[in-house]
């Protein structure tokens, strides 16, 4: 069994920053990406950044040149590091990997429960 557990997640100021982390543990063969989405009211999930295990990554848009995700392969940890940020970033904020949990398994896609981001004005 695989589960994704977020953290960093709180309340600041627009123009301030935060960061959020993301932790896989369980069974886990190999991770392919991690990824971090968001869910305003009434609309689809958006994703904000991705990386691959080998460092490609991508931001959605709106994020870029203001959040960076990286990396721990070794902890099988995703962080996202989000500076000047505003109010309509204001969002659940969550975690997701692409993964294998064992060798001869496909891979699949896993979430975490979210972590709520407010910034204020």
């Known amino acids: 069994q695989v589960q994704l557990v977020e953290s960093g997640g709180g309340l600041v100021q627009a123009g301030g920053s935060l960061r959020l982390s993301c932790v896989a543990s369980?069974?886990?063969?190999?991770?392919?990406?991690m990824y971090w989405y968001r869910q305003f009211p009434e609309k689809q999930r958006e994703l904000v950044a991705s990386?691959?295990?080998?460092?490609?990554?991508n931001y959605g848009d709106s994020v870029k040149g203001r959040f960076t995700i990286s990396r721990d392969n070794a902890k099988n940890m995703v962080y996202l590091q989000m500076n000047s940020l505003k109010t309509e970033d204001t969002a659940p904020y969550y975690c997701?990997?692409?993964?294998?949990?064992?060798?001869?398994?496909?891979?699949?896609?896993?979430w975490g429960q979210g972590t709520q981001v407010t910034v204020s004005s």
């Open positions: 997701a990997a692409v993964l294998s949990a064992s060798h001869s398994a496909s891979n699949r896609t896993y």
């Open positions: 369980g069974t886990i063969f190999s991770i392919y990406a």
């Open positions: 990386m691959t295990t080998g460092g490609d990554t």
